[in-house]
């Protein structure tokens, strides 16, 4: 859910909106008089769509990534544990 603030209504209470964006996952839109209006996003949560954009920027990924949510979605395909994954894509670990 998006919450809007004025510039200074934000100001008075930066602490507690800094907590409801990290705690809530609020976005928080705060609007400046004669100045584009900025976002408050907790970090992680920017982290996350950051990457998820770059892995949907190929359309071969997004392709690839979106099918295998609809078969997840469907409870199609055969769970796997870490070590066939790791096998399957070539990431063993090399034992010493």
């Given at each position: 859910?998006?919450?809007?603030f004025?510039?200074?209504?934000?100001?008075?209470?930066?602490?507690?909106?800094?907590?409801?964006?990290?705690?809530?996952r609020?976005?928080?839109?705060?609007?400046?008089?004669?100045?584009?209006?900025?976002?408050?996003?907790?970090?992680?949560?920017?982290?996350?769509?950051?990457?998820?954009?770059?892995?949907?920027?190929?359309?071969?990924?997004a392709?690839?990534?979106?099918?295998?949510?609809?078969?997840?979605?469907?409870?199609?395909?055969?769970?796997q544990?870490i070590?066939?994954?790791?096998r399957?894509?070539?990431?063993?670990?090399?034992?010493?």
């Amino acid at each position: 859910m998006t919450i809007e603030f004025t510039y200074t209504s934000a100001r008075e209470q930066f602490a507690s909106l800094l907590d409801r964006v990290t705690e809530d996952r609020e976005v928080v839109i705060i609007q400046r008089r004669g100045a584009e209006d900025v976002a408050m996003i907790a970090a992680d949560e920017l982290a996350s769509l950051t990457e998820t954009a770059y892995l949907l920027r190929s359309p071969q990924n997004a392709e690839r990534l979106l099918s295998a949510l609809a078969r997840a979605l469907k409870q199609k395909g055969k769970p796997q544990s870490i070590e066939e994954l790791r096998r399957e894509v070539g990431l063993e670990e090399e034992k010493a």
